[in-house]
């Protein structure tokens, strides 16, 4: 369903309307329309945009969004929309965003979010599609989650009936979580899912995950990621969404820029074969910065030839 619609090969604007300071200077200044111009010369289809609850409750990440859609039809790209932090929730423990598996408030809050969403963007099933909420972290909020899901899925659909929106499971969004998600409520909800794996290579030096030797290094070679890996990582993802006859998405990829430029191809090269094979849409993570941008100068020379296992 994504592929028909245009929405195959992506990459994130991460940092933009997520993860930052919010300053005007971020919102304003970080994504340019010069960017939207470059990622469509890429021959990529899709930006996956995330966004956090607080800057849309001021308005500002409305405009940049209104903006970015506009952008986007101007170079012929579509859009997810990807809600990355929602009152009382956030994968990022540092956000101090918590409660919300427990808070009926918190949750009452994001369907409300979401409906506000749904009437602005509702009507654009040809450009944009929605993905509910980045990374449930804990198995233990599963149920919540899917409980929580369907009733957006179906507050959104009062308002937005043909709307493609996009669920994602526990433990960051891992594909092997995907078969714990409530069935699709209708054929529009898309399962999706993020893959760093392995992570000691994909997130070596990376000082934010907990109990990592930030100086310890490891090639490509000896990273353990081949084809069959990969095959086997997503087995279970693919299976659920054989028996519930919906679609992947994976929203987020790639790898830390402290791995070598050669690496980070034959990563690419290795995880693209097996996504290719089972037809599964995807964008990279991230465009800028991040710790993982494409556009970064040390790419320069393999960039070429990277665009090409996205």
């Not at 405009?63 to 009382?88: I, Q």
């Not at 944009?128 to 507050?155: G, H």
């Not at 997130?203 to 081949?226: I, K, L, M």
């Not at 969404?241 to 690419?268: F, R």
Request: proline share 3%; glycine share 6%; charged share 25%.
């Amino acid at each position: 369903m994504l592929k028909k619609m245009g929405i195959y090969r992506g990459v994130n604007l991460g940092g933009w309307l997520s993860q930052c300071d919010y300053s005007d200077a971020r919102l304003n200044e970080f994504i340019q329309e010069e960017d939207f111009a470059q990622i469509a010369s890429w021959k990529l289809d899709h930006v996956r945009i995330p966004v956090d609850y607080n800057v849309l409750d001021d308005g500002r990440g409305y405009a940049k969004l209104d903006w970015a859609a506009e952008m986007c039809r101007k170079y012929g790209l579509k859009m997810v929309l990807d809600l990355h932090k929602t009152a009382g929730f956030s994968f990022d423990k540092g956000e101090a965003e918590t409660g919300f598996f427990d808070n009926e408030v918190y949750q009452e809050r994001f369907y409300a979010l979401w409906e506000d969403i749904a009437r602005r963007y509702g009507s654009m099933t040809d450009l944009i599609v929605f993905e509910l909420l980045n990374e449930v972290t804990e198995q233990r909020f599963v149920d919540v989650w899917n409980r929580v899901w369907q009733e957006a899925v179906r507050r959104i659909r009062a308002i937005a009936p043909e709307m493609i929106i996009l669920v994602g499971s526990y433990w960051n969004n891992a594909a092997p979580a995907v078969k714990d998600l409530a069935a699709p409520t209708d054929e529009k909800v898309l399962y999706n899912f993020h893959c760093y794996d392995p992570m000691p290579f994909t997130h070596q030096g990376a000082p934010w995950v907990e109990n990592f030797d930030v100086d310890a290094r490891v090639a490509f070679a000896d990273s353990g990621a081949t084809e069959a890996f990969f095959e086997d990582r997503f087995a279970d993802a693919i299976a659920a969404a054989e028996k519930h006859n919906t679609t992947l998405y994976c929203g987020e990829y790639g790898v830390i820029d402290v791995a070598s430029p050669e690496d980070t191809v034959k990563w690419l090269k290795t995880i693209n074969a097996v996504l290719e094979k089972h037809g599964i849409a995807r964008a990279l993570w991230s465009y800028r910065e991040m710790n993982f941008g494409l556009s970064r100068p040390e790419l320069d020379g393999v960039r070429e030839e990277l665009i090409k296992y996205l």
